[in-house]
């Protein structure tokens, strides 16, 4: 059955608007999910820090381009299957170079890559270059839950680790990370035991905490709310009940939260053990 280039032209003009929906329309939906993951989630979770925006964009740009790129090529290769075929085309061209074809499959693809080059590596930048910060938290990785220390608050410390009691299911810490909104944030990584990784989507920070090394990474939240994450390096049999819970706050009730912690964290009887935590395999 033949079809025409006009139907041809429909069809792909149909499937590159869906294709365009599909990757732009995923930023509308993550927002029903702020900070932790949905159901079914197929997209990006809702931004809720500078870096995770342009994360978000970047995602989208892509995906816009790979699919334009895909229809292109699809569209070529229906053109020389129904142009070009033994029965439309019985004497074949004698044609075997084509300067200007050939200048044109070069230089496009290196535009191309130039103009995915340019805003990644701004985003690298961006990602890795920490801005004055407002408070810095040591985040320590253990087997199997964090330690969050203030060294700009008092200097106290506390264990964060699962609490099967509480929402969302494997994401509920006894006690979260507390921050201000709307302020930049220095992380410092590091791990006690093995490389653990803390993560957390919605800041779009993602970062290595390796024994006897200080990395360090930043976010500044954009939203109060409770924000999850995990470790994202496998550590060991419990590595899939080591969540991260930052709880983003405003000032004043970061400021209250700060006075209590120094006495509810002064005498250091939190927990020590991840066997505290729960749930063994």
């Known amino acids: 059955m033949k079809m025409s280039m006009g139907r041809v032209g429909r069809h792909l003009l149909g499937l590159a608007v869906a294709g365009l929906t599909l990757a732009t329309g995923g930023a509308a939906f993550a927002e029903t999910e702020l900070g932790q993951p949905a159901p079914w989630e197929w997209h990006l979770q809702g931004s809720a820090s500078p870096v995770m925006d342009n994360i978000v964009w970047f995602h989208n740009f892509l995906s816009v381009l790979i699919i334009l790129i895909t229809l292109f090529v699809l569209a070529l290769l229906v053109i020389v299957v129904m142009k070009f075929n033994a029965k439309a085309n019985p004497v074949p061209s004698r044609t075997t170079h084509n300067t200007l074809i050939e200048v044109v ?47 700009d608050n008092g200097k106290f410390e506390f264990d964060s680790l699962l609490a099967q009691d509480k929402q969302p299911r494997l994401l509920g810490v006894d006690n979260e990370m507390v921050v201000p909104v709307n302020k930049v944030i220095r992380v410092q990584v590091t791990g006690a035991d093995v490389i653990h990784a803390f993560a957390l989507p919605a800041f779009g920070v993602k970062i290595d905490a390796i024994p006897g090394r200080l990395n360090e990474t930043w976010f500044k939240a954009t939203k109060t709310g409770m924000f999850y994450g995990q470790c994202s390096e496998l550590c060991g049999k419990d590595h899939a009940f080591m969540p991260i819970a930052i709880r983003v706050v405003n000032d004043q009730e970061f400021a209250s939260w700060v006075e209590s912690a120094k006495k509810k964290f002064a005498s250091g009887g939190t927990s020590t053990f991840a066997s505290a935590a729960g749930p063994t395999q």
């Open 105 to 151: 499959w070069t230089l496009v693809p290196v535009l191309i890559l130039v103009g995915i080059a340019v805003p990644s590596f701004r985003l690298l930048f961006l990602e890795l270059d920490v801005p004055k910060a407002d408070l810095t938290v040591k985040a320590t990785g253990k087997q199997w839950y964090w330690s969050y220390a203030y060294p």
